[in-house]
């Protein structure tokens, strides 16, 4: 849509003057105001916007030289075009040298006149809005390089950005404007948030809410009506009704709206607002704007990456740094109070490997070395590094690498593990002291059970002198075969006491050991000669049992040995027992054989009533273990039983043969 170029035409001859006004305005280009005198126009001037104005010369209380300075005083810039019927050159010079742009004759043809009129008003309006175009980019450009040299000074964002608006808004002659995204979440009091920025020229009539809520309908109504262009600018002359309601609500004419990006994102928009139809942004203008979308979105970036990442570091109980080549970019304030330097001397004067002590620098070196040539990715180590008094402290060392702006940089953390060094050696200290005190106890423990078994087999020796003592007086056959049967059988149980006391381990008995010894003891006491019986006990493996399981594996072997000695070997008083003691599977296994006489025809230990076959058949039940009898070139017992799962004993002490 072509704009419309307000025309002020000024002559004292009305009848003419509506000739130029009716001619000027069937171009469908201009609307033409007339006034009969200079002091109308002036008046006329001061409420109206006029973009150009026509004079005739020759005027009776006002000449248009006098005009025309009256105007440059108040409106340096305006386009005026001189008319008049004298057609000397001396009253044209007066008229350019008093500001006219154009100067042009009356008595020409009057078609001919209008359509120079028409070609000179849409140049002096078009060089107008390029010369004021350019001006209000210029100072747009302005306000954004003190806006940039604020937020590099490290000024707060939000409150360069409400600064930069209301600047803004001087310049461009806006109503308001804001930054931001009006859409973005706000609180239940609706109250304006980081993500809007506004300026208003009568904030006093609108609150920050409000205005939050018209943004967001404006934009809505924007937004169903243009896609991707580099700007939305809407009017109250052809908006949707929707927008046309939303502009009327501000209390302007028209907007434009602008995008802003943070890094790949829209953040939102800048939005400007005018009381006057704003129908186009001139190139110089869009520059100008896009240079502070730019700013702006950078800006609030940076805004927006201190705000979750610097100042969480900043506040960081752990050290963190950056280095490039070798030298700190960055460090964070933790790190500065670990090492007891100041910031400014680290970075200017320490390196990494510096602040540790040696051998700690060198292996930090050659670490960091080993990251920078890519031979590994990262480290963690724990060092020693030495303050700026010369204390020394116990770090714990992270580093890594990345790449920033095409250099290879290396970012990681250190936190001071001194305290914790000194509690874990505490501890160590009291675990170490904690363990020789059970050691302690549990040699005590050890000692005491020994001399608990040692007691029990001494106490069971007595016992079966006590019984040899009442048979040496007896004089009983009878009565010595029963005392003997029953000293063999405390014998069997003492051993196991002995056996306990002499391993390392006390609640595991070497099977094959103990029943070497029962057996040896048991020929023994029956006093036979030397030779008459061979014994004999040959493990696989070593098999160890506890007391509960030993016992009673040692009195059915004392009752399998002694029935041997008393029934097997009568024939010749000759001959062999052997055992073999192993595992198979998960059980235990312990088999006797001797090379006697067997067992008796259709013997059946099921029915047998003898004090002997009744313990080996309760003693079996008791140790959850079963037993098998066969006969042949003598007798054989196997008898299985579980193993309880234990650790074997490495050393056994005093292991007989």
């Not at 150009?52 to 030289?65: E, K, L, Q």
């Not at 960081?316 to 070798?326: C, D």
């Not at 008995?509 to 023994?524: E, K, M």
Request: with cysteine; proline share 4%; glycine share 8%.
């Amino acid at each position: 849509m072509v704009a419309i170029i307000p025309v002020l035409f000024v002559d004292d001859n009305r009848e003419l003057s509506n000739i130029f006004q009716f001619y000027l305005e069937e171009t469908g280009l201009f609307t033409v105001h007339v006034c009969l005198d200079g002091q109308d126009a002036l008046e006329y001037l001061d409420t109206h916007d006029i973009q150009v104005v026509i004079s005739d010369f020759d005027m009776p209380d006002m000449d248009g030289i006098t005009l025309l300075r009256h105007i440059r005083e108040k409106f340096p810039n305006l386009p005026f075009i001189m008319l008049t019927g004298n057609d000397s050159k001396e009253t044209a010079i007066e008229a350019l040298n008093s500001g006219a742009d154009f100067y042009q004759n009356k008595a020409e043809d009057l078609e001919i006149q209008v359509l120079d009129l028409s070609h000179k008003i849409t140049i002096l309006v078009e060089k107008a809005r390029a010369e004021a175009a350019i001006k209000r980019k210029d100072l747009i450009l302005e306000v954004i390089g003190r806006t940039a040299g604020r937020l590099l000074k490290g000024e707060n964002f939000f409150a360069e950005m409400k600064t930069t608006l209301g600047e803004l808004g001087q310049v461009t002659g806006a109503a308001g404007a804001f930054i931001g995204d009006p859409c973005s979440h706000c609180d239940e009091s609706g109250a304006e948030g980081p993500d809007l920025i506004t300026w208003w020229n009568d904030e006093g009539e609108k609150t920050k809410s409000g205005l939050r809520v018209l943004f967001a309908e404006l934009l809505s109504a924007m937004e169903m009506d243009h896609t991707d262009y580099p700007y939305m600018l809407i009017s109250s002359e052809d908006a949707s009704p929707s927008g046309q309601e939303a502009l009327k609500n501000l209390g302007v004419s028209s907007a434009v709206f602008l995008p802003v990006s943070t890094g790949d994102e829209r953040w939102g928009y800048l939005a400007l607002f005018y009381t006057e139809s704003k129908k186009y942004l001139s190139q110089p203008e869009l520059y100008a704007y896009t240079m502070l979308t730019e700013l702006a979105g950078a800006a609030r970036y940076r805004a927006y990456m201190e705000d979750y990442f610097k100042n969480p570091v900043e506040k960081s109980l752990v050290g963190v740094f950056l280095i490039r080549n070798n030298r700190f970019l960055y460090i964070n304030p933790r790190f500065s109070t670990i090492f007891g330097y100041s910031r400014a001397e680290i970075i200017r004067s320490k390196s990494l490997p510096g602040l540790f002590e040696m051998p700690d620098a060198e292996k930090v070196r050659e670490t960091v070395d080993q990251i920078m040539s890519g031979w590994r990715e990262n480290a963690h180590l724990e060092v020693t590094a030495l303050t700026r008094e010369g204390s020394r402290v116990q770090i714990e060392l992270y580093v890594t690498i990345f790449r920033c702006n095409g250099s290879l940089c290396l970012i990681g953390n250190c936190l001071d593990i001194t305290q914790r060094k000194e509690a874990e050696e505490k501890v160590r200290a009291q675990e170490d002291l904690l363990k020789q005190n059970m050691m302690s106890s549990l040699q005590e423990k050890e000692t005491l059970l020994r001399e608990i078994h040692h007691r029990v087999k001494n106490n069971m020796q007595i016992i079966a002198s006590l019984l040899r003592l009442t048979d040496f007086q007896s004089g009983n056959p009878e009565v010595h075969d029963v005392i003997r049967d029953c000293r063999n059988r405390i014998f069997s149980m003492a051993s196991i006491h002995e056996k306990l006391y002499q391993t390392d381990d006390l609640a595991q008995v070497p099977l094959g050991s103990y029943i070497r010894d029962i057996g040896n003891r048991i020929i023994l006491e029956f006093e036979m000669e030397e030779g008459r019986i061979l014994y004999h006990v040959d493990e696989d493996s070593p098999v160890f049992v506890d007391i509960s399981t030993g016992i009673p594996i040692a009195l059915m072997m004392n009752e399998l040995i002694t029935n041997s000695i008393k029934h097997a070997f009568t024939d010749t008083g000759n001959g062999i027992i052997e055992v073999w003691v192993g595992t198979e599977g998960e059980a235990g296994v312990v088999r006797y054989h001797d090379t006697g006489r067997g067992l008796p025809d259709g013997f059946d230990p099921d029915n047998q009533t003898t004090l002997g076959i009744e313990l080996i058949r309760n003693l079996t039940v008791q140790i959850q273990g079963t037993v098998h009898f066969e006969s042949g070139s003598g007798m054989t017992c196997t008898l299985t039983f579980p193993l309880r799962k234990t650790p074997v004993p490495e050393t056994i002490i005093g292991e007989g043969i």
